[in-house]
């Protein structure tokens, strides 16, 4: 039911494997801090708390959930100590309206995984994590709507939730165990299951109004996004019946709600369940006094999803469309119940100096897109905050549209790090760290603690950086590989990163036949036999495909290399800028280009074949930064190491089992007093999924990640730093980039 047993476990495994290991424990003890970019991540949720002021909490897809800090005006994440991959999936929000230390969130990112209710009892110190019996997709199409998970305000005790798959469920002892509300209508069971088209039930709304003091209210709304006549459900006797709403609108989903002091219920509409397919929409007002239906939508032909209301001044509130890319989308603001409105959208200004790349190498950012997160402060009627699919953006003078002015937005993420890091690497001079990203192409961090002024890669734009190479006897060259939307593309820098231009990729096979596209990279650069390799010198190029090819000038001319079969791993030897090597375990072979790989020569490897080359993604093969002819084959269900150039491999049986196709796996700056590099790794050592480092060429291991820094374990790709003995830097799948380092 909870994760108590596994944390004590890891906390347990990690002494216990520090006691064996040669270094002291002051020496593996980290401390662990996120590289900044500041956001990156579609935020589909924000809620302030209604009884606190200044407090708010926010989920994400991929990346957990955080708590606004209010003094210090940022983000604070929550469940970095939850092992569990799925529970980084922010379903849905709850915070107590009643005490102002208790909050509840709905954890998991797919249907048809581990979902969990995280409890916690003060501000999110720590959670107690309760199983349920109903899926989740926070990270699943309609992850925007909501809330889902409801807190009834005259008996806190009692909450629901409404589910993708699962029909409506209830509480009755504040999350501790769940049942199915078997009353709710079969036709609203949420069987479309997050699939097009339905994100089963979508939201809960309590009426306190004419409700007995400390007993549950009477009447409850549910809304719901399948296909059918009706979109929302009203019980008035605490759940024990229900029956559809008369009168409401019959042809659009129903996607979020709110409720003011008066009984009026707003509710935001879409002919789809976003954060993309939506192309029509509404907002309706719904007086239950009178059961009067009124169609206030600010515009025609646009769906909507966000809705706050102001606490403070009864009928002002503001929606935003969802899915309006022309001419995109917008945030609406009324006071007057919708009779008439204001685009905060036109006028604008956009301040997006705390994260430069969210221009995204034009001259000004966007006003956003997927605006599916909106609050208004409780205590503040001009302080309001909007999610995007890229950043949480904030501003203190809402009111200024009544007076015509424009509003002033800037970016309030600040300490929230949702991104999926493809590949690290970290050069022997100039910058410490050159990364690639999934979504918002890659950054070179001179400055970890800032994001860099000069936004992200540029000439070309990439969506995905799918691999890295760099020179490590010449670190200023820098080769990437990515998506544009033309296509992969290849770009060269010549300055450490800082500054680009496109080169040409290779477009035929030999024989003058078109090629296959270049195999997209999932990480660690170019030491793991990826789809882009330099030599040591950076006089060579080299890609892989269905044949690989190689460069002397730098894409201006392509040659097949000579001896090489099948699809072969490839690696650059880091000190000969003449040696390149390939392996194919299933074959048991080692192939060694002594040419700057023009040619390669095969030969049967001692300690390679095709049963240590299965587990997680088969083998990938690493050459030792610093060492010539020194391999490793990292990823399978063991280590291998050479120190001959692949003649004979050693199986280090003691060591993790690599996870991710053994792209969490690299070097680092060598121990005090020793010669040979730090090895890095991220796998599952004894049944510990966690970060390891060996400073004994890989015969010890020992964990330097502890049970508060798991990051759901969603570990994708690492790389130690050569010049800072004990660190590393971990790319996550949702928690951005975060490093560590050897605690003073």
Same mark, same amino acid.
Not at 273 to 287: E, F, L
Not at 329 to 348: C, I, P, V
Not at 405 to 412: G, H
Not at 535 to 550: C, I
């Given at each position: 039911?909870?994760?108590?047993?596994?944390?004590?476990?890891?906390i347990?495994?990690?002494?216990?494997?520090?006691?064996?290991?040669?270094q002291?424990?002051?020496?593996?003890?980290?401390?662990?801090?996120?590289?900044?970019?500041v956001?990156?991540?579609?935020?589909?949720?924000?809620?302030?708390?209604?009884?606190?002021?200044?407090?708010?909490?926010?989920?994400?897809?991929?990346?957990?959930?955080?708590?606004?800090?209010? %003094?210090?005006r940022?983000?604070?994440p929550?469940?970095?100590?939850?092992?569990?991959?799925?529970?980084m999936?922010?379903e849905?929000v709850?915070?107590?309206?009643?005490?102002?230390n208790?909050?509840?969130?709905?954890?998991?990112?797919y249907?048809?995984?581990?979902?969990?209710?995280?409890?916690?009892?003060?501000?999110?110190?720590?959670?107690?994590?309760?199983?349920?019996?109903?899926?989740?997709?926070?990270?699943?199409?309609?992850?925007?709507?909501?809330?889902?998970?409801?807190?009834?305000?005259?008996?806190?005790?009692?909450?629901?939730?409404?589910?993708?798959?699962?029909g409506?469920?209830k509480?009755?002892?504040?999350?501790s165990?769940?049942?199915?509300?078997?009353?709710?209508?079969?036709?609203? $069971?949420?069987?479309?299951?997050?699939?097009?088209?339905?994100?089963?039930?979508?939201?809960?709304?309590?009426?306190?109004?004419?409700?007995?003091?400390?007993?549950?209210c009477?009447?409850?709304y549910v809304g719901?996004?399948?296909?059918?006549?009706?979109?929302?459900?009203?019980s008035?006797?605490?759940?024990?019946?229900?029956?559809?709403?008369?009168?409401q609108?019959?042809?659009?989903?129903?996607?979020?709600?709110?409720?003011?002091?008066?009984?009026?219920?707003?509710?935001?509409?879409?002919?789809?369940?976003?954060?993309?397919?939506? %192309?029509?929409?509404?907002?309706?007002?719904?007086?239950?006094?009178?059961?009067?239906?009124t169609?206030?939508?600010?515009?025609?032909?646009?769906?909507?999803?966000?809705?706050?209301?102001?606490?403070?001044?009864? *009928?002002?509130?503001v929606?935003? +469309?969802?899915?309006?890319?022309?001419?995109g989308?917008?945030?609406?603001?009324?006071?007057?119940?919708?009779?008439?409105?204001?685009?905060?959208?036109? &006028?604008a200004?956009?301040?997006?100096?705390?994260?430069?790349?969210?221009?995204?190498?034009?001259?000004?950012?966007?006003?956003?897109?997927?605006?599916?997160a909106?609050?208004?402060?409780?205590?503040?009627?001009?302080?309001?905050?909007?999610?995007?699919?890229?950043?949480?953006?904030?501003?203190?003078?809402?009111a200024d549209?009544?007076?015509?002015?424009?509003?002033?937005?800037?970016?309030?993420?600040?300490?929230?790090?949702?991104?999926?890091?493809?590949?690290?690497?970290?050069?022997?001079?100039?910058?410490?760290?050159?990364?690639?990203?999934?979504?918002?192409g890659?950054?070179?961090?001179?400055?970890?603690?800032?994001?860099?002024s000069?936004?992200?890669?540029?000439?070309?734009?990439? +969506?995905?950086?799918?691999?890295?190479?760099?020179?490590?006897?010449?670190?200023?060259?820098?080769?990437?590989? &990515?998506?544009?939307?033309?296509?992969?593309? @290849?770009?060269?820098?010549?300055?450490? &990163?800082?500054?680009?231009?496109?080169?040409?990729?290779?477009?035929?096979?030999?024989?003058?036949?078109?090629?296959?596209?270049?195999?997209?990279?999932?990480?660690?650069?170019?030491?793991?036999?990826?789809?882009?390799l330099?030599?040591?010198?950076?006089?060579?190029? @080299?890609?892989?495909?269905? $044949?690989?090819?190689?460069?002397?000038? @730098?894409?201006?001319?392509?040659?097949?290399?000579?001896?090489?079969?099948?699809?072969p791993?490839?690696?650059?030897?880091?000190?000969?800028?003449?040696?390149?090597?390939?392996?194919?375990?299933?074959?048991?072979q080692?192939?060694?280009?002594?040419?700057?790989?023009?040619?390669?020569?095969?030969? /049967?490897?001692? *300690?390679?074949?095709?049963?240590?080359?299965?587990?997680?993604?088969?083998?990938?093969?690493?050459?030792?930064l610093?060492?010539?002819?020194?391999?490793?084959?990292?990823?399978?269900?063991?280590?291998?190491?050479?120190?001959?150039?692949?003649?004979?491999?050693?199986?280090?049986?003691?060591?993790?089992?690599? @996870? /991710? &196709?053994?792209?969490?796996?690299?070097?680092?700056?060598a121990?005090?007093?020793?010669?040979?590099?730090?090895?890095?790794?991220?796998?599952?050592?004894?049944?510990?999924? $966690?970060?390891y480092?060996?400073?004994?060429? *890989?015969?010890?291991?020992?964990?330097?990640?502890?049970?508060?820094?798991?990051?759901?374990?969603?570990?994708?790709?690492?790389?130690?730093?050569?010049?800072?003995?004990?660190r590393?830097?971990?790319?996550?799948?949702?928690?951005?980039?975060?490093?560590?380092?050897i605690?003073?």
């Amino acid at each position: 039911m909870i994760d108590h047993f596994a944390r004590r476990l890891f906390i347990a495994t990690g002494l216990i494997l520090a006691a064996f290991a040669p270094q002291s424990w002051a020496q593996n003890k980290y401390v662990w801090k996120n590289v900044k970019v500041v956001a990156g991540g579609y935020v589909p949720g924000i809620i302030f708390s209604p009884v606190q002021p200044g407090l708010a909490y926010c989920r994400t897809d991929i990346g957990g959930f955080y708590k606004w800090d209010n %003094s210090a005006r940022q983000w604070v994440p929550l469940i970095d100590w939850c092992g569990a991959s799925n529970l980084m999936g922010g379903e849905s929000v709850a915070a107590d309206p009643v005490d102002a230390n208790i909050v509840y969130f709905a954890a998991g990112m797919y249907p048809n995984q581990r979902a969990a209710i995280m409890r916690s009892r003060d501000q999110g110190k720590t959670f107690d994590v309760i199983d349920v019996p109903f899926v989740m997709g926070g990270n699943a199409d309609g992850r925007g709507v909501g809330e889902r998970l409801a807190i009834d305000p005259s008996s806190t005790n009692v909450l629901y939730f409404a589910s993708r798959q699962n029909g409506l469920w209830k509480s009755i002892d504040s999350a501790s165990t769940w049942r199915r509300v078997d009353t709710f209508p079969t036709a609203a $069971a949420g069987r479309g299951g997050g699939g097009v088209g339905s994100a089963g039930l979508s939201f809960v709304v309590f009426d306190p109004t004419g409700s007995t003091p400390r007993a549950p209210c009477k009447t409850i709304y549910v809304g719901l996004t399948e296909a059918g006549p009706a979109h929302l459900y009203r019980s008035d006797d605490s759940g024990q019946s229900w029956k559809p709403v008369p009168g409401q609108p019959a042809d659009l989903l129903a996607l979020k709600a709110e409720m003011d002091s008066r009984g009026v219920l707003y509710i935001t509409y879409g002919n789809g369940i976003g954060p993309n397919g939506i %192309s029509n929409g509404a907002v309706w007002k719904y007086q239950p006094q009178t059961s009067a239906w009124t169609d206030i939508s600010p515009v025609q032909s646009a769906g909507f999803c966000g809705v706050a209301i102001d606490r403070q001044h009864p *009928g002002t509130l503001v929606v935003t +469309t969802l899915d309006r890319w022309n001419p995109g989308d917008d945030l609406f603001r009324s006071t007057d119940d919708g009779k008439t409105w204001k685009s905060l959208r036109k &006028g604008a200004v956009m301040d997006v100096s705390l994260s430069p790349y969210l221009t995204f190498g034009g001259r000004a950012a966007r006003f956003g897109w997927w605006m599916s997160a909106l609050a208004l402060d409780p205590f503040d009627s001009n302080h309001a905050m909007y999610g995007t699919g890229a950043t949480i953006y904030g501003t203190h003078d809402l009111a200024d549209v009544d007076a015509n002015q424009p509003t002033n937005w800037s970016v309030a993420a600040d300490g929230m790090e949702e991104t999926a890091i493809i590949c690290l690497i970290s050069p022997t001079d100039g910058a410490h760290l050159i990364s690639g990203f999934g979504d918002i192409g890659g950054f070179v961090h001179d400055d970890l603690n800032m994001s860099p002024s000069e936004g992200m890669f540029t000439h070309p734009v990439f +969506t995905n950086c799918d691999a890295l190479a760099c020179a490590d006897m010449n670190p200023k060259i820098v080769v990437r590989q &990515g998506r544009t939307n033309a296509g992969t593309q @290849m770009a060269l820098s010549d300055d450490g &990163g800082h500054t680009w231009r496109p080169i040409s990729s290779p477009s035929a096979a030999p024989g003058g036949q078109a090629g296959p596209p270049m195999r997209r990279g999932r990480g660690g650069g170019g030491q793991r036999g990826a789809s882009l390799l330099l030599s040591a010198d950076g006089s060579t190029l @080299m890609v892989t495909a269905a $044949a690989s090819q190689y460069s002397t000038d @730098m894409g201006a001319t392509w040659t097949p290399a000579k001896g090489l079969s099948g699809n072969p791993r490839l690696a650059a030897d880091r000190v000969n800028a003449k040696k390149f090597y390939a392996i194919d375990q299933t074959a048991g072979q080692v192939y060694t280009s002594t040419d700057g790989g023009a040619t390669f020569a095969g030969a /049967a490897a001692q *300690g390679i074949n095709s049963g240590n080359a299965t587990g997680r993604g088969g083998g990938r093969l690493w050459t030792t930064l610093g060492v010539e002819g020194d391999l490793w084959i990292a990823g399978g269900a063991s280590l291998l190491h050479s120190t001959d150039g692949g003649k004979t491999f050693k199986s280090l049986s003691k060591a993790p089992s690599v @996870m /991710a &196709g053994g792209l969490c796996f690299g070097f680092g700056k060598a121990p005090p007093g020793k010669t040979y590099p730090a090895l890095f790794a991220a796998g599952d050592l004894d049944g510990v999924i $966690a970060v390891y480092r060996s400073d004994d060429v *890989g015969e010890s291991w020992v964990r330097i990640n502890d049970d508060q820094h798991q990051y759901g374990t969603r570990f994708r790709c690492l790389c130690g730093d050569p010049r800072v003995y004990g660190r590393v830097y971990v790319g996550t799948d949702g928690r951005g980039i975060v490093y560590g380092d050897i605690a003073n």
